[in-house]
């Protein structure tokens, strides 16, 4: 699914945010990224979104070689990948459920469609009843998981999610990661950056460590 073969990045200010850094991830596999701030997690994500190229090897999504995905391919191609920011990035002047139809609208679904994922999306994340609410009603995990049920509602293979937890508490923390858990229990790859040990340690998954852009660690963690 995600293959990354001595892969880097310097950006235009000279600074190199990953080192030839290399490994596989299989469909259906979910990993988590860490390492201290700075280290290059962001920046490994965007590579896979394609928010940014790299500057040297290659990274591989889905059999993609992404260094030949032409500029105009990319809207088609992130439709396949769900996106989860700590900043949930929502529109407080829309609605719960018109948050998570937005990427259905701008595919072109029909309306009936839309309503029938988009009301799957917010049940799988808890929020059916508050499909009528406004985001700023709503608590912070709250809007984290409308925020996931808008980066699931294209059923995508895969989800990246970029320190999802940063803003919540422990408790919250640990039902976001079993959201992640449910989805690659039913197949989707799951990759998330995060910087919260305490948290991830008592999982038993897969943990790639940055350090300086570089990966210095691929772990099997086990209970």
Do not use: C, W
């Amino acid at each position: 699914m995600i293959r990354f073969v001595n892969a880097s990045k310097r950006y235009s200010s000279g600074f190199d945010a990953l080192q030839n850094v290399s490994f596989h991830i299989t469909p259906g596999e979910m990993v988590f990224l860490t390492g201290h701030s700075g280290a290059g997690k962001s920046s490994l994500l965007k590579l896979i979104a394609l928010l940014e190229r790299s500057s040297r090897g290659q990274v591989i999504v889905n059999n993609q070689n992404l260094a030949k995905v032409p500029r105009r391919r990319i809207p088609y191609f992130r439709r396949n990948i769900g996106i989860i920011f700590q900043d949930h990035q929502l529109l407080f002047d829309r609605t719960v459920y018109d948050n998570v139809a937005l990427p259905l609208i701008i595919a072109g679904y029909s309306r009936h469609d839309i309503g029938k994922r988009v009301r799957a999306a917010l049940d799988k994340v808890g929020l059916l009843s508050k499909e009528k609410k406004y985001p700023i009603t709503l608590s912070g995990g709250e809007q984290q998981r409308v925020g996931i049920a808008r980066a699931v509602v294209n059923k995508p293979p895969l989800i990246l999610a970029d320190e999802p937890t940063g803003n919540l508490d422990p408790e919250l923390s640990a039902e976001i990661m079993s959201l992640f858990q449910d989805f690659s229990d039913v197949g989707v790859t799951v990759l998330v950056a995060t910087h919260d040990l305490a948290l991830i340690s008592a999982l038993p998954y897969r943990m790639l460590t940055l350090k300086g852009g570089k990966l210095i660690n691929d772990t099997q963690q086990a209970l």
